[in-house]
Antibody, heavy 119, light 107 residues
């Protein structure tokens, strides 16, 4: 079955840029579906960050759009998140997921990676 | 942007039925999903398109929608159902959102 795995630093400094990578197994990200990122601050709810369709559209949460970008490395079946100008409010568990944009669901999800923004 | 509102918490005893609401969806949009997140765990999609239960999800879980409010009903509550539950839907064109989440406690 499709599996996703996040990787990246667990600690980043304020004002810096966060870069995370999601590696997808058992399904090519170029075949179908959107692929995206969701985050969850400690003890809080889920926040959609954005997602893309290979060779197609990319959509971002309007509240993060000025600081975020998603890129793709099809040769490695990976996609990445870049989040700029970090503050403590960006501390969260970051998940990647496969997304059906036409039916508005996310499944499956990666295990998540905790990113702490602190000096 | 509009929000998807859920009650912060609900509770029930084993065997009881309870319902979690999600208000703020578009009345003519069936693209409402529900996720279960156990303590310390990863969110898992349990229902899509209002009432389409995912493979392997017990039939105790069901979804419905009336107007701009979607609902998740759990019948025959079990201890293993204790988790956070989140709804999701589009709140505007190409803007996706999760509800604030509901903590379900089995008494």
């Amino acid at each position: 079955q499709v599996q996703l795995q996040e990787s990246g630093p667990g600690l980043v400094k304020p004002s810096e840029t966060l870069s995370l990578t999601c590696t997808v197994s058992n399904y090519s990200i170029t075949t179908d579906f959107y692929w995206g990122w969701i985050r969850q601050p400690p003890g809080k709810g889920l926040e959609w960050i954005g997602n893309f369709y290979f060779g197609g559209n990319t959509y971002y949460n309007p509240s993060l759009k000025s600081r975020v970008s998603i890129s793709v490395d099809a040769s490695k079946n990976q996609f990445s998140l870049s989040l700029r100008s970090l503050t403590a409010a960006d501390t969260a568990v970051y998940y990647c997921a496969r997304v059906s944009w036409t039916k508005a669901w996310c499944d499956p999800w990666g295990q998540g990676i905790l990113v702490t923004v602190s000096s | 942007q509009s929000a998807l509102s859920q009650p912060p918490s609900v509770s029930g005893s084993p065997g009881q039925s309870l319902t979690i609401s999600c208000t703020g969806t578009s009345s003519d949009d069936v693209r409402v999903s529900w996720y279960q997140q156990p303590p310390g765990g990863v969110p898992k999609l349990i229902i899509s398109e209002v009432n389409d239960r995912r493979s392997g999800v017990p039939d105790r879980f069901s979804g419905s929608k009336s107007g701009n409010t979607a609902s998740l009903t759990i019948s025959g509550l079990q201890a293993e159902d204790e988790a956070h539950y989140y709804c999701s839907s589009f709140i505007s064109r190409n803007t996706f959102m999760f509800g604030g989440g509901t903590k379900l406690t089995v008494l």
